[in-house]
Nanobody, 112 residues
Framework: QVQLVESGGGLVQPGGSLRLSCAASGFTFSNYPMSWYRQAPGKERELVAS????????NYNDSVKGRFTISRDNAKNTVSLQMNSLKLEDTAVYFCKSSIYWGKGTLVTVSS
């Protein structure tokens, strides 16, 4: 019954931007920290960014610091990931996560 649905993925050129969104339902969204993970081809899934229940605290993978911003809107049950200055190595399937629950992922492809 818990549902996490990512959107916003697509093809973008190096240096470009994308904004990913995750719509949550089936649980009390504001009670959970939220995270974005990603999995690149041939690599393990890794944590990209996380945000506390109220949005007052965030943390980022060193590889995206200064380029990505995680945010949440508890009134809309959404968590977002603004991705700027995208690099080829950012190409991956991006997943929204809350506790033990995962979304299905959205593909981000950075290519010329």
């Amino acid at each position: 019954q818990v549902q996490l649905v990512e959107s916003g993925g697509g093809l973008v050129q190096p240096g470009g931007s994308l904004r990913l969104s995750c719509a949550a339902s089936g649980f009390t969204f504001s009670n959970y920290p939220m995270s974005w993970y990603r999995q690149a081809p041939g690599k393990e899934r890794e944590l990209v960014a996380s945000i506390s229940r109220t949005g007052g605290s965030t943390n980022y993978n060193d590889s995206v610091k200064g380029r990505f911003t995680i945010s949440r809107d508890n009134a809309k049950n959404t968590v977002s990931l603004q991705m700027n200055s995208l690099k080829l190595e950012d190409t991956a399937v991006y997943f929204c996560k809350s506790s033990i629950y995962w979304g299905k992922g959205t593909l981000v492809t950075v290519s010329s």
